[in-house]
């Protein structure tokens, strides 16, 4: 317990002694410490690699956080959801920034943020345009910040237009990790998502521009794959468009050796003033991403946690602290204490070990149980693993299916803040019950009656019986408790016709 | 003849300046500018002017009003 708490008093005022006395209250604290199912699954070398990636590896994003650095913000194509010249600090979605940095002001905000978020483990470039095409920014960014942090993880993520001609120096700089977004494989369909490209001097339109494109990606795919640089493909979910032909995606990008795929949502709104947001394209339904996701799962990984951030994210994958790091608030001669990360890393080995043998132990106890019919289930979580946040302060659910094979993760669903300085207001608790739909019950660390009862009598349940368990073991336990009711009650039945 | 951005709509991205085979195209006040006495509208070194080949923003590297 007293480690449960030092791991989440991290985000507050916490002295660095004290989470070191915690850490030496017991265990191991060595970084190899407990085994993982993840780990088993996957070839060592490619473990190490995604380990701490948030975005790689959906059991890492409980515990590590990322950054990126708005200092690429040209772009070499024209994508139709997408307006560059849209930016707004309320707006969480790519290609969105509020502060655009020099390398060298990335620098000092890297270390700044280094040196207060424990749980930062990668920097990333993600634009706000396109980080190969931008790539002298890319580049000078990257070799300040590994010459001052070495240990901290590099990624970018690409379009792939001008990827090809960087591969070779994204393998020397060691980026271990580069996003691609595909979101065709078949010019036709490329054509109705990209209105142009600029490639050699020229803008391409129409068919062209598609071809071109995609050459790129796949030359690009195959450049990184050649290099073992671990690749994760990007795709919009565009309904209508290319939902059908995400399948096809699919299959080329997992033969060409991609080792993530992540389906996004089209984020569509008028206010944003993209082609699609005027022109009425919609986005997908909660349900229909899943569906395409469920199809795809087959022999794939897929990865099912991605928040879309922006291009200057700051914070573990639900959160974004990117407004206590603007450039105004970072030192001008900030110097990077690695006290922090040092010690929350001790700290999370130790855990990951255990939050490792909870699943396991969840996984199994639902092979015995058995599981007729998939259950969802809704957790509020602040991180760690754990059912540690309350009803009305989450801004998001993360969501897990129960089925025969134990627990899994499936998405995450966002919710307005129900809950405001202590005052739940109505409103907004019909907004949290429509994001639910589906679930038959929320677990959090604390609910009230009143958001208790109109969930109940929306058909979803809510408890905060399990309270700071991992959210595995939790889960495992509210089954149980239910099963071993559904089963006394049959078993009074049975009693009652034996007797009768 | 030259170019122009227009500054209430650029977005300061930068891929003009870049892609400017004439080293025309500086940062000044935050804001990107075009040097007259430099652009040649890419003539002699490509078939279209790079600044609004490129340029994301519709109408905003346009040719400058004949002065």
Request: aromatic fraction near 6%; charge should be negative; proline fraction near 4%.
């Amino acid at each position: 317990m007293g480690k449960l708490i030092s791991l989440e008093a991290l985000n507050g005022p916490v002295s660095s002694d004290a989470m070191q006395k915690a850490l030496n209250s017991g265990g191991c604290s060595s970084s190899s410490c407990g085994t993982s199912e993840t780990a088993d699954e996957l070839p060592q070398d490619v473990w190490e690699k995604i380990k701490d990636h948030p975005c790689y590896s959906e059991e890492a994003h409980h515990y590590f956080a990322r950054m990126h650095v708005a200092v690429a913000p040209a772009c070499n194509i024209q994508c139709h959801y997408c307006n560059r010249k849209y930016d707004c600090s309320n707006e969480s979605r790519p290609g969105v920034v509020s502060e655009k940095l020099t390398p060298e002001q990335a620098l000092r905000k890297v270390m700044a943020v280094a040196s207060e978020v424990p749980q930062m483990s990668v920097l990333g470039i993600a634009g706000p345009g396109d980080s190969c095409y931008d790539w002298k920014k890319t580049r000078a960014t990257f070799d300040l910040v590994a010459k001052e942090i070495p240990d901290i993880k590099l990624c970018l993520s690409t379009n792939g237009l001008a990827l090809p001609e960087h591969v070779d120096e994204i393998k020397n700089m060691n980026i271990d990790h580069v996003t691609m977004t595909i979101n065709m494989v078949d010019p036709e369909v490329g054509a109705k998502i990209y209105p142009w490209v600029f490639y050699k001097n020229k803008r391409w339109t129409g068919l062209d521009a598609a071809k071109i494109l995609h050459e790129r990606q796949m030359e690009g795919l195959e450049m990184l794959k050649e290099r073992k640089i671990l690749v994760k493909v990007n795709s919009v979910m565009i309904p209508g468009v290319n939902d059908e032909h995400l399948v096809e995606v699919n299959k080329v990008v997992k033969e060409k050796g991609a080792f993530l795929h992540n389906i996004m949502p089209l984020i569509s709104d008028p206010a944003h003033g993209t082609y699609y947001g005027l022109n009425g394209q919609r986005g997908p339904r909660a349900a229909e991403l899943k569906a395409l996701q469920d199809k795809l799962s087959h022999g794939t990984k897929l990865m099912r946690h991605c928040r879309q951030c922006r291009a200057d994210a700051v914070g573990l994958l639900g959160e974004d602290r990117g407004q206590e790091f603007t450039m105004e608030q970072v030192a001008a001669d900030v110097s990077y204490n690695p006290e922090k990360r040092e010690t929350y890393r001790a700290i999370v080995a130790e855990e990951r070990g255990e939050h490792v043998a909870a699943r396991q132990a969840a996984n199994e106890q639902f092979a015995e149980i058995g599981v007729e019919k998939s259950i969802i289930v809704a957790i509020a979580t602040k991180g760690g693993g754990r059912i540690n946040q309350h009803f009305g302060h989450a801004k998001e659910f993360q969501v897990y299916e129960v089925t025969a094979k134990g627990v899994e993760f499936i998405g995450h669903r966002k919710v307005d803040q129900y809950c405001q300085g202590g005052w739940g207001e109505d409103a907004s608790l019909d907004g949290v019950i429509q994001a639910l739909e589906g679930v038959t019950i929320v677990l959090c660390a604390k609910i009230g009656d009143c958001p208790k009862d109109a969930l109940k009598a929306a058909g979803i349940q809510a408890s905060d019986e399990f309270a700071h368990e991992w959210i595995e073991a939790g889960i495992t336990s509210w089954y149980q408790a239910r099963h071993a009711a559904a089963l006394g009650n049959v078993g009074q039945a049975q009693a009652a016709a034996a007797v009768a | 003849m030259a170019y122009k951005i227009v500054a209430s709509q650029c977005t300061v991205c930068g891929a003009c300046e870049f892609e400017c085979p004439n080293a025309a195209i500086s940062l000044k006040n935050e804001m990107y500018i075009i040097d007259p006495k430099k652009c040649t509208e890419c003539e002699g070194h490509f078939e279209t002017p790079q600044c609004a080949a490129v340029c994301p923003v519709p109408k905003t590297c346009i040719p400058a009003a004949p002065g």
